[in-house]
Every structure is written in structure tokens, then in C-alpha cells.
Nanobody, 125 residues
Framework: QVQLIESGGGLVQAGGSLRLSCAAS????????TGWFRQAPGKEREFVAV????????YYADSVKGRFTISRDNAKNTVTLQMNSLKPEDTAVYYC??????????????????WGQGTQVTVSS
């Protein structure tokens, strides 16, 4: 199974930016559809964005649309989540996840079968 490693989290003030990366440890992610999810304390894990393995399709949660951008660089074997105009409500642990077949319900965590350990994003007001 491919091990996913997230990086790029940290503490930032509201209005700031962070760039998260998801990399595969042993095999390539370039043939996997990849999603980003987040989970705040006491809340369920929620969908943030997803990108198809070709990069031709991207979808976003309404709460991040226009502020976050998901992209992939298959040559570098990474998927990136650029987060701009961050808000305190964006504070959460962010996870990347992959699946071979593009999910019908891409917003549901159960559609993804491989997960990273997560990276903490904290946005101060």
C-alpha cells in the first residue's frame, strides 16, 4: 500500500496563506485520484478538494471555493493544496487520501482507501 505523507501545515494569521503537499513514500501518486479532507476537534472529517489523476477534474467544498486550489505535479509525484485568505474556521488537521477509481461521491471519506497521517493547520484571528 502506498504511504502518503502530508507536509506544509503550521500556524498562520487570518488572511494568510499556506501550501500543503501530499507525497507518496514508495509508489507514485500520479495514477491516483487524490483528495484533501480536514477534521477539526469534535467535528467529523469533511471534504475539502479532490483532483483526478490526470489533473483534468477538480472539485471543491463550497466553504473553500475561490480560496483554495488543488493541483498536481506528476513529475514530482506530489499533490498540492494552496490555501489563501485563510480563516480561523479553516483550523483543522488536514489529510490527503487516494483512490484508484474516481469516486461517485467524492465528498465522502469512505470513498478513499488510503490516507496520510495528517498535518495541523492553525489559523489565528
Amino acid at each position: 500500500q502506498v504511504q502518503l505523507i502530508e507536509s506544509g501545515g503550521g500556524l498562520v494569521q487570518a488572511g494568510g496563506s499556506l501550501r500543503l503537499s501530499c507525497a507518496a513514500s514508495r509508489r507514485t501518486v500520479r495514477t491516483y485520484n487524490t483528495g484533501w479532507f480536514r477534521q477539526a476537534p469534535g467535528k467529523e472529517r469533511e471534504f475539502v478538494a479532490v483532483i483526478s489523476w490526470t489533473g483534468s477534474s477538480t472539485y471543491y467544498a463550497d466553504s473553500v471555493k475561490g480560496r483554495f486550489t488543488i493541483s498536481r505535479d506528476n513529475a514530482k509525484n506530489t499533490v498540492t493544496l494552496q490555501m489563501n485568505s485563510l480563516k480561523p474556521e479553516d483550523t483543522a488537521v488536514y489529510y490527503c487520501a487516494t483512490t484508484v477509481v474516481f469516486p461517485t461521491d467524492y465528498r465522502h471519506p469512505n470513498e478513499y482507501n488510503n490516507w496520510g497521517q495528517g498535518t495541523q493547520v492553525t489559523v489565528s484571528s
